[in-house]
């Protein structure tokens, strides 16, 4: 192909510019040379305009620019296919270009195939069909793993790409598969608290016009000390990667409860309740659907919504503390908010009920329970309990106060307790006799 290629342009017109010498009037010389006119404004004023940009210069060229090359050379030298190799990509493209009067770009009709690219590289190929919020996110977001068995599709006039306007008829799809990938959804701003990332994940990925869809089949959550949490599935997607890109994520995972409390502890949940999951510790398996929604202009203002689903495990409340066992319900929580349905569990031998929520103003748990005597012996064996048998119901009440600390109402009728001390301690186990507590803590 080399022996096609010409003379340096300039050679090839020597023999024109002689020709033309020869006229009466000489020559009119439009070759190279130095600029005598004043620069127009509409160029100053879009050179002006363009150094206001607050983003890296695309290194490699913009898609229609690389999509250009390939095509030129299908068409000015008979090559139909075009290869790209380095570091981080391994691609190979064919199809066809063709120039329309109505569109100096023109018409491409090209497939490819992307045997392998890296994820940490993905944000700089997809200039075209990204603002720059969205290739920020991609940069700091997808920090491993890689894309291969990747499909791509480019046809139509390339003026209307991405093709996204009423009217414009194209296609731009990308489809493939990915492995041993990492994603920080919403990477932390410096000294603040974040929700743990993904990694090892496996999985596909589509991109449509201007929409990007990923299900991950497995991968594991990863915590700040090196909890591990199983990923069942997530399904991710950003409807538009130009306007306004709003990334919504619905996982679903299952793991050991301890590991899960030890992600907890890093989260801005466990801030905005003073610390509590620092206290609690847990066993047995929870089930945790996840949803995210985040706004890639302010991915560090992520909302979450998730469930943890109670099925037999148990929960201490503290060192030293009795446990709550057999736990049998959901906790709804979100950002800063935890709603107790309905759990059901046993607590000292009895059976409770605790439903309410903490985190939001006004916000309580009620626990309604039986006391048992026997299951509150074997916990603490302190003289009194022997004068005491049998079990009663109470209602117990817990508020957090304005001193960042809790407020709790204790009632019970105590019937159902026989005690046998002297009047007027002493009491029939039928007999009633209204019992109340109040107490307060405060952050000290």
Known sequence: MLQDLPDYPWDAMAPYAKRAAEH?????????????????????????????????????????????????????????????DNPHLQMSLAGTWASLEADPLGQVDLKGTISQLSASHLHQYLTPVTDDETRHWLR????????????????????????????????????????????DYAPPQAKELSWPPLSEAIGQLEIDKVSLAMQIDSGTVLGWKGERIAVQSIRAGIPNLLVKPILSIEARTQGQAKDYLGLLRGTPLNA???????????????QVPLGLEIDLAQPEQAKVKGQIVLAGSTVTLGEDQPALENIQGTL?????????????????????????????????IIIEGNAVIAGMREYSNQPAFGA?????????????????????????????????????????????????????????
Do not use: C
């Open 332 to 364: 709804d929580f979100s950002n800063t908010v935890v709603r107790a349905n309905q759990i059901a569990a046993r607590f000292l031998g009895g059976d409770v009920v605790i439903e309410g929520v903490v985190g939001e103003p006004g916000g309580k």
């Open 24 to 84: 009466p009037d000489g020559i009119v010389d439009l070759s190279i040379g130095s600029p005598v006119d004043p620069t127009p404004a509409v160029i100053r004023e879009a050179l002006a305009h363009a150094t206001d940009a607050h983003a890296y210069p695309t290194t490699i060229g913009t898609f229609g620019l690389r999509e250009a090359i390939v095509a030129w050379f299908a068409r000015r030298r008979g090559v139909t296919g075009l290869t790209i």
């Open 388 to 444: 005491v048998k049998g079990r009663t119901k109470y209602r117990a009440q817990i508020a957090q106060n304005t001193k960042e600390g809790v407020d709790v109402v204790l009632n019970s009728s105590l019937e159902g307790l026989a005690i046998t001390l002297p009047a007027p301690l002493g009491k029939a186990a039928q007999d009633k006799v209204p019992l109340g507590l109040r107490w307060s803590t405060q952050k000290v």
């Open 272 to 286: 905005a309740m003073g610390n509590v999951f620092d206290q609690l510790g847990a066993t047995g398996i929870w």
């Open 140 to 183: 700091d977001a997808l920090t491993k793993g890689q894309f291969n068995q990747v499909t791509l599709a480019l046809k139509g006039e390339l003026s209307q790409f991405p093709f996204t306007q009423p009217g414009e008829q194209g296609v731009f799809e990308l489809k493939g598969q990915f492995k041993g990938l990492s994603v």
